[in-house]
């Protein structure tokens, strides 16, 4: 059984993907799955294959020394960026197994978000680079592990309209006392305005509630 990071909050709802020891660059997949996160699986299919064709760019915010800097990166509210079009292609194929999986599921492909998604690095692979004067270099790769969790996002129903019944407002006090001082007409003293308060007052219990 492999072993995941993180264990889904609704295991029936989620479908799984994962890759080890992939020959693809750490820092790059890393920085690419970081743009994903979050995204529905169609739209990260789609901005993964604008990746490769230089549509648009894959924000580098963690691992960025001696990264240029990019226009592209401006939609992102970064300013380095490129378009790391190996580690595109492996999410892709991940995303594409994760659906099938789904698929074998019966979950709903188009609802599915990518909840988690996570890169560690794998053990490097040595090689070895000749060099001038009898010298001999290290000739490494940084291969990488890949994990993700994808989740149906469930869909907000609206509420239906209902017809809510108006609630009886009970005057109050201080409400007829302020109508008693502030308007103009003589007769409207505060004892009136207490005597009409009772009224209305009997009247509310008198009628019956009405409730939706």
């Known amino acids: 059984m492999v072993r995941y990071s993180l264990d889904p909050e609704n295991p029936t709802k989620s479908c799984k993907s994962r890759g080890s020891n992939l020959r693809v660059h750490f820092k790059n997949t890393r920085e690419t799955a970081q743009a994903i996160k979050g995204m529905h699986i169609r739209k990260a299919t789609k901005y993964l294959k604008d990746v490769t064709l230089k549509k648009q760019c894959v924000p580098f915010r963690r ?7 990019c226009a592209q990166a ?10 790391p079009k190996k580690s595109a292609e492996f999410l892709l194929h991940m995303l594409k197994n994760a659906e099938s999986n789904a698929e074998l599921k019966g979950l ?3 609802s599915l978000v990518i909840e988690h998604i996570q890169v560690n690095k ?12 009898g010298r001999i270099n290290p000739y490494m ?7 993700m969790i994808l989740t149906e996002k469930e869909q907000i129903v609206p509420k239906p309209e209902e ?45 019956p509630l009405e409730y939706p």
Request: proline share 4%; net charge positive.
């Open 163 to 207: 017809e809510v019944a108006q609630k009886k407002k009970v005057p109050s006090v201080v409400s007829l006392v302020l109508f008693s001082v502030t308007t103009k007409k003589s007769e409207c003293s505060l004892v009136t305005a207490l005597f009409n308060w009772k009224g209305c007052c009997d009247d509310y219990l008198r009628t």
């Open 141 to 147: 790769s940084s291969p990488c592990h890949i994990e």
């Open 122 to 133: 794998a053990p490097k692979m040595r090689r070895r680079t000749y060099r001038a004067h």
């Open 108 to 110: 709903d492909v188009d």
């Open 74 to 83: 401006k939609q992102w509210g970064w300013t380095q960026g490129r378009w």
């Open 63 to 69: 691992y960025n020394g001696g990264v240029g800097r």
